[in-house]
């Protein structure tokens, strides 16, 4: 087996489309980042794109990271291939903040780099992945949903920084990053917002973003503590499926944290179905 590495986007994704697609659901996160690096590179500092192919010149595997964030994992069709990215991953870069995928691939990245390094890891966020092809309407609540706009900008940040300790305290909330988000979504033609608004305030705020062929990814979903338990969520989060599913989208997805019941029941009420777990793991320095 071989790993090889793409500074091209379109390279990458041409070589790795056809296997992701296999699992587009369980691979939409990918999908979603490699269709932003392919049209809108200067998001991110930079990028790691890779493939394993078996002696055949089969793929078995991919990996992509943006930095500088975690490396993301594909279901690999043979584990073994797994030490080599963590190898070359190694090579490339000495060190990470993590990696994310499937247990299945996750837990033997993990076990070689620490080998490599001897970093500590902990499970950051367990998660899970599911999709929807058909909304089931939740009771109605009141207000409806809105795009945001250039004027909502400040909100954005506050809540989509807000998101982010509640949801990825060990990712370093930032709200310098948070504003840079509210920026890139407004001018973004891909990434969208909208709000849940009840007698003209916004209540709760909804994201959509990183396409796939056939579907796209809902998130961030934020309900400020003062105003949650009220349906806003569940409405909104409907709202803006059946709207991209009206569009022409076959799917939505979204993540979850699986330790978090309401979430999880939230969304399966309104016709997400549990397509596969994910792990979010955390490299710690290693301890003198």
Not at 29 to 34: D, K, Y
Not at 91 to 117: I, M
Not at 235 to 263: H, I, K, V, W
Request: hydrophobic share 40%; charged share 15%; aromatic share 12%.
């Amino acid at each position: 087996m071989q790993v090889q590495t793409y500074d091209d986007p379109h390279a990458w994704y041409a070589r790795a489309e056809p296997f992701l697609l296999l699992r587009e659901a369980r691979h939409n996160l990918m999908l979603g980042l490699s269709h932003t690096l392919r049209q809108t590179p200067g998001v991110y500092e930079g990028f790691f794109l890779a493939v394993v192919e078996d002696a055949a010149g089969e793929v078995v595997g991919a990996v992509l990271r943006t930095l500088p964030y975690n490396a993301i994992l594909s279901h690999f069709t043979d584990t073994n291939a797994i030490s080599l990215v963590a190898q070359t991953l190694y090579d490339r870069f000495g060190v990470l903040p993590g990696v994310s995928g499937a247990p299945t691939e996750a837990e033997p990245f993990v076990a070689t780099w620490q080998a490599l390094t001897g970093a500590g890891a902990t499970v950051a966020m367990p998660e899970m992945i599911y999709a929807l092809e058909q909304v089931i309407p939740p009771a109605p609540v009141p207000g409806g949903l809105r795009p945001a706009t250039e004027a909502d900008k400040p909100l954005m940040a506050r809540w989509h920084y807000n998101f982010m300790v509640d949801a990825t305290p060990w990712a370093g909330p930032d709200y310098e990053r948070s504003q840079r988000w509210a920026e890139n979504a407004i001018a973004s033609s891909v990434r969208r917002v909208f709000f849940w608004e009840v007698d003209g305030q916004p209540v709760s705020m909804v994201g959509a973003t990183g396409p796939t062929p056939n579907g796209i990814r809902i998130g961030p979903v934020y309900t400020p503590p003062e105003v949650r338990g009220r349906g806003y969520a569940s409405a909104m989060t409907a709202g803006l499926s059946q709207l991209l599913l009206d569009e022409g989208r076959r799917f939505c997805f979204l993540y979850t944290d699986a330790n978090n019941p309401t979430s999880n029941k939230i969304y399966r009420a309104i016709g997400y179905e549990y397509v596969c777990d994910s792990v979010v793991m955390h490299f710690n320095p290693p301890t003198p």
